[in-house]
């Protein structure tokens, strides 16, 4: 049985939440059990996520997304916000929620584990949010085809994936990855002189602009893309206690 305060600690040292400027509180978000044998991991904290929890009678749920954001602001507890909150509240289920410091790791980071799986070796820290990096860069051992590279992301993702390009034949050598919601980001990749900038969503802007300033850009989905990380750190927590550890997959395509 694994204690929560144990858990917290082992989170807090392993993914340094202190060291980021983020849009909400990272670490523990609802106080649950203080004693932990099964633990859900998924991409967000939803009414599904948290009902799966509820059903597998897990003591904690650890997610990428959390329930606090600053652009929120103060929330009652009505309506969809409760039913997220109420249920974990009265099955004393502690909520944890990593987000930038999840981006970011270089180990169980989702652009980490997203790189590793595409074959982006060479992996170093890229992306700058408020000081920060929030991805990882890294160069294909093999390089491939722009058009190769999209479909490679399509298998790995198991997810469509939006594609900007100046040149579908031309050779992607190396990347930048920073996934979920940050299609603003691709300009730092054409800063460091990156052939491809891989993300999770694509405004209708960032398609023009992307390919007409000579750069492979390429979107994944928000949620696809977020996978890995939260997986990766499952493993981690997995090995490192004695404790079931489960994933919430979610069928959200965006």
């Keep these: 049985m694994l204690a929560r305060d144990d858990l917290d600690a082992f989170l807090k040292e392993l993914l340094n939440p202190q060291g980021f400027a983020d849009y909400g509180p990272n670490g523990l978000q609802i106080e649950g059990s203080e004693r932990i044998v099964r633990i859900g991991f998924a991409v967000s904290a939803t009414a599904h996520s948290v009902s799966a929890a509820v059903e597998r009678n897990a003591q904690a749920l650890i997610v990428h997304h959390g329930l606090f954001w600053k652009f929120h602001g103060p929330r009652t507890l009505v309506g969809p916000f409760a039913r997220r909150v109420f249920p974990l509240v009265r099955n004393r289920i502690n909520l944890f929620a990593y987000h930038l410091p999840l981006d970011a790791h270089p180990d169980v980071g989702n652009a980490a584990a997203l790189g590793r799986a595409v074959g982006l070796a060479?992996?170093?820290?890229?992306?700058?949010?408020?000081?920060?990096?929030?991805?990882?860069k890294g160069v294909f051992l093999e390089p491939l085809s722009a058009v190769?590279?999209?479909?490679?992301?399509?298998?790995?993702?198991?997810?469509?994936?939006?594609?900007?390009?100046?040149?579908?034949s031309v050779t992607v050598r190396s990347a930048g990855i920073i996934t979920g919601g940050a299609n603003r980001d691709w300009p730092l990749a054409l800063l460091e002189g990156l052939d491809a900038y891989i993300t999770g969503e694509m405004s209708e802007h960032d398609w023009h602009e992307a390919q007409e300033a000579g750069i492979h850009m390429y979107a994944g989905g928000h949620n696809a893309t977020e996978c890995?990380?939260?997986?990766?750190?499952?493993?981690?927590?997995?090995?490192?206690?004695d404790a079931e550890c489960f994933f919430i997959p979610s069928d959200n395509p965006a």
């Design 122 to 136: 060479g992996q170093q820290p890229f992306g700058d949010y408020q000081g920060c990096p929030t991805g990882i």
């Design 148 to 168: 190769a590279l999209r479909d490679r992301l399509s298998e790995v993702l198991d997810h469509p994936v939006l594609f900007a390009t100046p040149n579908q």
């Design 228 to 241: 890995l990380g939260i997986q990766a750190l499952m493993e981690r927590v997995r090995n490192a206690f």
